[in-house]
T-cell receptor, first 113, second 115 residues
Framework: AQSVTQPDIHITVSEGASLELRCNYS??????LFWYVQSPGQGLQLLLK??????LVQGIKGFEAEFKRSQSSFNLRKPSVHWSDAAEYFC???????????FGQGTTLQVKP | DTAVSQTPKYLVTQMGNDKSIKCEQN?????MYWYKQDSKKFLKIMFS???????INETVPNRFSPKSPDKAHLNLHINSLELGDSAVYFC??????????????FGPGTRLTVL
């Protein structure tokens, strides 16, 4: 069955510190992978996506993610977190045929001053 | 210019009522989706339409009925509302899956509260 797991429900980091949010997926075919961010009371904004090619993808707001097929992972990273990065982060795997997105349960990021 | 818009933003209603949520996109996409986000922030797809044709219909009660009058609009009608329907409903749109990178653009959400 297709699924996405984000092991960390809640993460707190200090402003300026590095960040890594974990994502593991289970998908039969080559996955389309996404990271979305949701600020309080807002919709979801795409941070970055992986379809094929270079396994290290760059996104908006200084985020990057690395696809590791052997580990079925697509972890999100940022070298230096800003207070405005505090939000809910969702990893998702998508079907290339139907467009259906399966989301992880999300990770809440809190940033300490 | 709002890419994907939803109305209303908030909806408070009594159990047993019927309500509709509207979604419009001006991105020129031909596929639209409805997602439900529950109180634990878990997001799950409900429906999707491609060129007004239903292509995804997840296990959703029959009380939920999507309608797509044209490619730019996808509405969600809910009959006989129940307490468990309280959630945030997100609309999204994309190009046709399989033909292009099917990045989905999300609306701001409609928070439905059933009393």
């Amino acid at each position: 069955a297709q699924s996405v797991t984000q092991p960390d429900i809640h993460i707190t980091v200090s402003e300026g510190a590095s960040l890594e949010l974990r994502c593991n997926y289970s998908y039969g075919a080559t996955p389309y992978l996404f990271w979305y961010v949701q600020s309080p009371g807002q919709g979801l904004q795409l941070l970055l996506k992986y379809f094929s090619g270079d396994t290290l993808v760059q996104g908006i707001k200084g985020f990057e993610a690395e696809f590791k097929r052997s580990q079925s992972s697509f972890n999100l990273r940022k070298p230096s977190v800003h207070w405005s990065d505090a939000a809910e982060y969702f990893c998702a795997v998508g079907s290339s045929n139907t467009g259906k997105l399966i989301f992880g349960q999300g990770t809440t990021l809190q940033v300490k001053p | 210019d709002t890419a994907v818009s939803q109305t209303p933003k908030y909806l408070v209603t009594q159990m047993g009522n019927d309500k509709s949520i509207k979604c419009e996109q001006n991105l020129g996409h031909d596929t639209m989706y409805w997602y439900k986000q529950d109180s634990k922030k878990f997001l799950k797809i409900m429906f999707s339409y491609n060129n007004k044709e239903l292509i995804i219909n997840e296990t959703v009660p029959n009380r939920f009925s999507p309608k797509s009058p044209d490619k730019a609009h996808l509405n969600l009608h809910i009959n006989s509302l129940e307490l468990g329907d309280s959630a945030v409903y997100f609309c999204a749109s994309s190009h046709t899956p399989g033909l292009a990178y099917n990045e989905q653009f999300f609306g701001p959400g409609t928070r439905l509260t059933v009393l």
